[in-house]
């Protein structure tokens, strides 16, 4: 068995670790939006296996955010969502193919990719405890905490809040623990509560066969879709997947992996996600990309080698082609204060990263991108960090 390819319960643990970021916006975009569940679920597994057995290190599959949190919070056309997967393609395929990308990864500054990951990490987090309070977009446009539990409240206490603080205590106390790995608990006993609590939606419909994607199953987008996806999902969404599911990324895949992570440049990855977001527009999936944390949170938790994509991602294929849509009735069993456990601890990961920040200007600029990211947007942060860092290098400047 190669070394790039490990499978045992720690690269198991580890390829849970980004469930946190893919479930809840992708059954949103499922449920709100209306995308086909077997072609969104068997995409992500088929990415999962594809990259790993490329990248040759753990890899990680998320959803575009910007768009995925538009879409979720407007309820906008499943046309509209595969429109902007085509736009990704022709972006991240023109800056790949023509490495146009390397170049301007050179010029963005160490502090701005730790900025980038800082804020990142923070905006994760801070997701992870919307889940566990039940204040999601997701959980709000359901009115529950726990939508796919029979019990919302214990008392005065909310059901996710008490889940939530068990299995992060179990998290701390497990978290190095290779004998008994974290991620696996979170997910089992999160799993448990599902099967023992759940509404256990969709489970008795469940039937066996072979299910494959129906190949545009929304029919083409208009040109009315193209206009709107270019104008209000894309072009925010650009920004920050240079910045995060790129070069932050790139970067953090260098710090894990100083040998093995060489695969990961910023042209690989733009390829990566450019072919996954072809694919997603033909079967009627998301927009997918490769973040900074989810990279984090699978290497937090466990995964090391490509094994971890091999195993997840051939759980996610085979739960699309055996079950088809009704995959998300297994899906539904993992309780969203479970998964924003998971979210918590891939934040603190990622944000974490800064630690090799030394001067105060080197610290300076990711503060401000935090408090721009907050205020605004990530796309906006990253674009002033790589401005602000440049200035500071004046020496007039000081802070």
């Known amino acids: 068995m190669s070394d790039a390819f490990k499978f045992n319960r720690m690269e198991l643990a580890g390829s849970l670790g980004d469930l946190g970021t893919l479930l809840p916006l992708s059954i949103g975009m499922i ?26 290190v753990t890899s990680p599959v998320e959803p575009m955010k910007v768009i995925g949190a538009y879409a979720v919070a407007t309820g906008i056309t499943a046309t509209q969502i595969q429109a902007s997967c085509l736009w990704v393609f022709i972006f991240l395929a ?14 963005v500054p160490k502090s701005t990719v730790r900025g980038v990951q800082l804020s990142t990490g923070i905006m994760l987090a801070s997701q992870g405890l919307h889940l566990m309070f039940g204040s999601s977009r997701f959980q709000t446009f359901h009115q529950a ?28 106390l497990l978290l190095d623990n290779k004998r008994l790995p974290a991620a696996l608990v979170v997910a089992g006993l999160g799993i448990l509560v599902g099967l023992i609590w759940g509404t256990r939606e969709g489970l008795d419909a469940i039937r066996f ?19 709107f996806a270019l104008l209000v999902l894309v072009l925010p969404q650009i920004p ?34 450019a072919w996954a977001n072809l694919l997603s527009f033909f079967v009627g999936g998301m927009p997918m990309c490769h973040g900074a944390g989810g990279l984090a949170s699978r290497y937090r938790f466990g995964a090391r080698t490509a094994g971890s994509n091999l195993i997840i991602g051939s759980v996610f294929f085979l739960l699309a082609l055996f079950l088809g849509s009704h995959a998300l009735a297994i899906i539904y069993l993992l309780p969203m204060a479970a998964l924003g456990v998971l979210l918590i601890f891939a934040g603190v990961q990622l944000a974490l990263t800064i630690l090799d920040m030394r001067t105060r200007e080197e610290l300076f600029v990711p503060m401000v991108m935090v408090a721009i990211t907050l205020a605004s947007n990530l796309a906006a942060a990253f674009i002033t960090g790589i401005g602000l860092a440049y200035l500071l290098k004046w020496k007039r400047l000081s802070v």
């Open 31 to 56: 449920l709100i939006n209306g995308l086909n569940p077997t072609g969104l679920i068997m995409t992500v597994g088929i990415y999962y296996i594809v990259s790993g057995l490329y990248f040759k």
């Open 94 to 107: 023109i800056i790949g193919g023509t490495n146009l990308i390397s170049f301007v990864g050179r010029y």
């Open 145 to 172: 905490a726990e939508p796919f539990l029979r019990i919302q409240n214990l008392g005065w206490l909310p059901i996710g809040m008490i889940i939530g603080i068990i299995l992060g205590f179990l998290t701390l």
């Open 209 to 227: 066969g072979i299910n494959l994607p129906q190949w545009l199953p929304f029919g083409l987008p208009s040109g009315a879709d193209f206009s």
């Open 240 to 273: 920050m997947t240079l910045g995060n599911a790129v070069i932050a990324n790139a970067d953090l895949s260098i710090q894990y992996f100083p040998q093995d992570g060489r695969r990961v440049t910023y042209r690989a990855l733009c390829i990566s996600m």
